[in-house]
């Protein structure tokens, strides 16, 4: 699975800086010098680390902090600032920061607080239930068993992808690109994107989903929350 992390500071040299010590070639880094450029990008993609300044000239980054752990609490936050009193810190880990950096700081040590941040989020999200259950529906992937008000539905194996990436991410919205990358997996050059319209249309009416699929137009789809 490739990471997507989020840099949010507004020293463009700093920000460049720091999206070429965390690229990888299975990790992918997005640079937002603003609140609002970071919160698009949180809309529209899964993100495994956001790595945030504190101050931003459209806001302060604690606000948004809070905003962010509201719609994503496991979604790890690392503040960046060049406020080090005690009570700054404590503000930023009482507001939802998972961790702390103050500047200047070592490229090294950053690269490593970064990767243990991602290894508790990959043992979180291995350790959590496979099975998602509402009044309505029953998913359990491990066992592929899928019911709707108590009846069993037969999903396909793409079918089960597709819902297993949406319920997991449910509330946050999925690019069409981002789809078709992770379920379309066996190697093709090209998927047409037609495929990813004819399956969700099949999931939405095997589940009878349409209150639960949104289409976000132009963007993806959002599995919504009860």
Request: with cysteine; glycine share 6%.
């Given at each position: 699975?490739?990471?997507?992390?989020?840099?949010?500071e507004?020293?463009i040299?700093?920000n460049?800086?720091?999206c070429k010590?965390?690229a990888?070639?299975?990790r992918?880094v997005i640079?937002?010098?603003n609140i609002?450029?970071?919160?698009?990008?949180?809309?529209i993609?899964?993100?495994s680390?956001v790595l945030l300044?504190?101050?931003l000239?459209?806001?302060?980054?604690?606000?948004?902090?809070?905003?962010?752990?509201?719609?994503?609490p496991e979604l790890?936050?690392i503040l960046l600032?060049?406020?080090?009193?005690?009570?700054?810190?404590?503000?930023?880990?009482?507001?939802?920061?998972?961790?702390y950096?103050?500047?200047?700081?070592?490229?090294s040590?950053l690269r490593?607080r970064?990767n243990?941040?991602?290894?508790k989020?990959?043992?979180?999200?291995?350790?959590q239930s496979?099975v998602?259950e509402?009044e309505?529906?029953?998913?359990d992937?491990?066992?592929?068993?899928?019911?709707v008000?108590?009846?069993?539905?037969?999903?396909s194996?793409?079918e089960?992808?597709l819902?297993r990436?949406l319920?997991?991410?449910?509330g946050n919205?999925l690019?069409?690109?981002?789809?078709?990358d992770r379920?379309?997996?066996?190697?093709a050059?090209?998927?047409?994107?037609n495929?990813?319209?004819?399956?969700i249309?099949?999931l939405r009416?095997?589940l009878?989903a349409?209150?639960?699929?949104?289409t976000?137009?132009g963007i993806?789809?959002s599995?919504?929350?009860d």
């Open positions: 699975m490739k990471q997507l992390l989020i840099v949010v507004d020293d040299s700093l460049q800086g720091l010590a965390l990888l070639e299975n992918q640079s937002c010098q609002h450029s970071a919160r698009e990008q949180l809309l993609a899964s993100a680390l300044d504190i101050n000239p459209d806001g302060n980054g604690l606000d948004f902090l809070q905003e962010i752990k509201a719609s994503s790890p936050v600032t060049a406020n080090d009193t005690d009570m700054d810190i404590v503000d930023g880990l009482e507001k939802g920061a998972d961790d950096i103050t500047k200047p700081f070592s490229l040590v490593a970064v243990a941040q991602l290894r989020s990959i043992h979180a999200t291995d350790t496979q998602y509402t309505k529906y029953r998913f992937f491990d066992h592929m068993h899928f019911t008000n108590g009846t069993a539905t037969e999903l194996k793409t089960q992808k819902l990436l319920v997991e991410n449910q919205t690019t069409r690109g981002y789809l078709v379920i379309w997996t066996d190697g050059e090209y998927v047409d994107e495929a990813l319209s004819v399956t249309k099949r009416d095997k009878n349409q209150d639960h699929i949104k976000i137009y993806g789809y599995w919504i929350k």
